[in-house]
């Protein structure tokens, strides 16, 4: 059973994971850590424009907005990059 968490209903630990703080049932989930265009950038040394053009294109790794801001999942920035190293 999957169980949705919020800020109203739940506590962060300092191990980047959701609480439900149930001590019958706690239930952890680890959040992936997000990374910034900027930080996508600065890790691959693609072009921020690049990375922005691939997006709208529907290419490079995948991104969502949180927010305003858009933001990158740092395990599916590294799942990308492991795919586009085998292709060689």
């Not at 739940?10 to 149930?22: H, L, Y």
């Not at 997006?55 to 999942?73: D, I, N, V, W």
């Amino acid at each position: 059973m999957t169980t949705n968490l919020t800020p109203d209903d739940a506590s962060i630990d300092q191990k980047n994971t959701w609480s439900s703080g149930d001590s019958v049932a706690a239930t952890h989930v680890v959040m992936p850590r997000l990374l910034s265009i900027e930080e996508v950038s600065a890790h691959t040394g693609i072009a921020v424009a690049t990375l922005h053009t691939w997006r709208s294109l529907g290419k490079g790794p995948q991104a969502g907005k949180l927010g305003k801001r858009l933001r990158y999942r740092a395990d599916l920035l590294q799942h990308w990059i492991e795919e586009e190293m085998a292709r060689g």
